[in-house]
């Protein structure tokens, strides 16, 4: 790998690990201001949103200057949100700002894959930007829940700067210093990040050909055989991630009598099973066999309604490693074929943006629900099983799509021969 490659790397794993630690300090800053139950999974909504009203524009906006500007913009764009929480603005509104970086922070990291390394480098590329992703979510969430843990963060507030004084006296301000230190890093690995070259024909401008532009490939992507079943995958996964990310620090909460900041490694724990998922799929699992990984999707939903029987931490970390593996073995082949396929169909740019579209409407719609369900009190021990039930029966649904696709093209080829 080119050592520009590298420096994309740090850049991405600082700045997603500050995105981490910064959702789990802005849930324990809603907890002292003793804002209701609902709303902590509104942080996440609100940091999605900006993928979802931006997706049409985002991917011109990428591709208008060199890759490494855009990367530094938008992550000075992150820092800002993350300063807003400093001056008392409403941590929804200020995660909401971080999210809008991260928007548009997306297209440039994976498009500058596509500009500095060979087509055949680029699953490599990708497994490596997967798996650093995945362990800055774990170290970030864990980091996140460190600074919260009250011995660090009074640790933290002791700790004296010569000659300077910050006038910080809250934890979260103390927490909020060290993430915004994480920004940082990642602003100057972006600085050293190396012009590819790559410039494009002129942008377009105009916003509603943008979006008639967007829609033209979404309608593409969905209307493709192969497309339409990785992308519902991808779709359902993301959606279904996020939410569980929730799920797990209320059920550690009421099933394991965890706080915050314990149960915050749980969702690293996650994580690592992702990790290991990921990996495994990226050996075994090659393009052409990607499709036959789909009944893991309806066993990590059984698996997951198990969780209401666990009221022991030992039982809950394999079983929530097992959780993961199977989402991570799932998910990998499917990202791969879905990029095969947008790469094949139209520019990886733009498929991306189709993909984070749907993903993060996935991710808004689920967690919606859930946010829903907790305002109406629902037993959390219900919603786990819902929840579980629900991806289930979803992955059984898109099987019998893909099962209905192969025997219509099977007759069409039929057909065809009897036509000879």
């Known amino acids: 790998m080119k050592s520009g490659f590298y420096t994309i790397m740090a850049a991405q794993f600082f700045s997603s690990l500050a995105d981490n630690a910064l959702l789990i300090a802005a849930m324990a800053l809603l907890a002292s201001m003793h804002s209701p139950s609902w709303m902590p999974p509104l942080l996440k909504l609100f940091f999605v949103l900006s993928y979802v009203l931006l997706a049409a524009f985002v991917g011109a906006f990428a591709d208008s200057l060199p890759k490494g500007k855009v990367m530094l913009m938008t992550n000075m764009i992150k820092v800002g949100g993350c300063a807003l929480m400093f001056f008392n603005v409403h941590p929804l509104l200020a995660y909401a700002v971080v999210g809008f970086g991260a928007a548009a922070y997306s297209p440039a990291k994976y498009g500058i894959l596509t500009e500095l390394?060979?087509?055949?480098?680029?699953?490599?590329?990708?497994?490596?930007?997967?798996?650093?992703?995945?362990?800055?979510?774990?170290?970030?969430?864990?980091?996140?829940?460190?600074?919260?843990?009250?011995?660090?963060?009074?640790?933290?507030?002791?700790?004296?700067?010569?000659?300077?004084?910050?006038?910080?006296?809250?934890?979260?301000?103390?927490?909020?210093?060290?993430?915004?230190?994480?920004?940082?890093?990642?602003?100057?690995?972006?600085?050293?990040?190396?012009?590819?070259?790559?410039?494009?024909?002129?942008?377009?401008?105009?916003?509603?050909?943008?979006?008639?532009?967007?829609?033209?490939?979404?309608?593409?992507?969905?209307?493709?055989?192969?497309g339409q079943i990785s992308l519902s995958v991808t779709t359902l996964f993301w959606g279904a991630g996020a939410t569980l990310q929730f799920i797990v620090l209320k059920w550690a909460e009421k099933s394991l009598n965890m706080p915050l900041d314990k149960a915050a490694i749980l969702q690293g724990v996650v994580a690592v099973g992702i990790a290991l998922g990921a990996v495994a799929a990226a050996r075994f699992v090659p393009l052409k066999k990607s499709l036959s990984v789909m009944p893991l999707g309806i066993a990590m939903g059984l698996v997951v309604t198990t969780m209401v029987f666990v009221h022991n931490v030992w039982i809950a970390y394999p079983l929530l490693i097992l959780v993961g593996a199977l989402a991570g073995y799932f998910v990998v082949p499917m990202n791969a074929l879905l990029q095969h396929r947008g790469h094949v169909l139209m520019s990886a740019g733009h498929s991306i943006a189709v993909q984070n579209f749907n993903e993060n409407l996935s991710v808004l719609t689920m967690l919606a629900l859930y946010a829903l369900m907790v305002s109406l009190n629902l037993d959390i021990l219900v919603v786990i099983v819902l929840f579980g039930l629900f991806v289930a029966s979803t992955m059984y649904l898109v099987m019998r799509k893909h099962a209905a696709n192969q025997r219509e093209f099977d007759s069409l080829a039929l057909i065809g021969e009897h036509k000879h």
Not at 133 to 162: E, H, K, M, R, Y
Not at 199 to 222: M, S
């Open 117 to 226: 390394l060979p087509p055949e480098k680029l699953v490599a590329a990708n497994g490596w930007i997967e798996g650093l992703t995945v362990s800055s979510i774990i170290l970030g969430t864990v980091l996140g829940g460190a600074l919260v843990n009250p011995q660090i963060s009074s640790a933290l507030l002791n700790f004296d700067f010569p000659v300077l004084d910050f006038n910080i006296t809250t934890p979260s301000e103390a927490a909020l210093c060290v993430i915004t230190a994480c920004y940082g890093l990642a602003a100057l690995f972006n600085m050293r990040i190396p012009d590819t070259g790559a410039r494009y024909e002129h942008q377009q401008r105009n916003p509603i050909k943008l979006i008639v532009d967007f829609a033209g490939c979404f309608t593409v992507l969905w209307k493709d055989k192969l």
